[in-house]
């Protein structure tokens, strides 16, 4: 099942690291009051320099790394001067993760269905619910399937 990892919009989602830390260090503070810039809710990615590191939780201006999230998603896990950014971005694995839920809801659709906007019976497509954070998959204005934010599908036909 894919687990999507936690997006703040600009301009948040950006800061400095507070002091340098080595390659292999799985713990880093930003600079002081601006680690609600990034996502609370894990896990989540940031890239410092060319690294791209995995974070498994954030309190207050302290970020802990992931046991395997240094040099995440094929970058090289190396050392960071104090002063340097830190930001939030997409990252590769954001969109394979996506690709793969979604070849999971294409297993899941009988291919004799269409789901383009405007068929005659109604409305036919996919919606984002801002209020659940779910994918709403319809056809003919019936609410057929979701993917929540995990990733995991629900069937919503009885």
């Known amino acids: 099942m ?3 990892r936690t997006k703040v919009n600009s301009p948040k989602g950006s800061s400095t690291l ?3 830390i080595d390659d292999d260090d799985l713990e880093f503070d ?31 201006d302290t970020f802990t790394v992931n046991a395997a999230g240094r040099g ?4 090289t896990a190396t ?6 950014a830190i930001y939030q ?17 294409e297993d899941h659709f009988p291919t004799a269905y269409s789901m383009d906007v405007g068929d005659a019976g109604g409305f036919s497509g ?12 319809y056809i003919d204005a019936v609410l057929v399937g979701t993917i929540d934010a995990t ?6 036909v009885a």
């Open 151 to 156: 990733g995991a599908y629900t069937d919503e």
């Open 30 to 60: 930003c600079a002081a009051g601006e680690g609600d810039n990034f996502p609370g809710a894990v896990p989540f990615t940031v890239s410092i320099n060319d690294e791209i590191i995995l974070c498994d939780s954030r309190a207050v």
């Open 89 to 105: 971005n997409q990252i590769v694995a954001d969109f394979t993760d996506l690709e793969t839920a979604v070849g999971t809801l």
């Open 2 to 4: 894919t687990t999507f």
């Open 79 to 84: 050392a960071h001067t104090a002063g340097d």
């Open 18 to 20: 507070d002091a340098t």
């Open 126 to 137: 996919i919606k984002f619910n801002v209020a659940t954070t779910e994918i709403e998959f």
């Open 72 to 75: 995440y998603d094929s970058s």
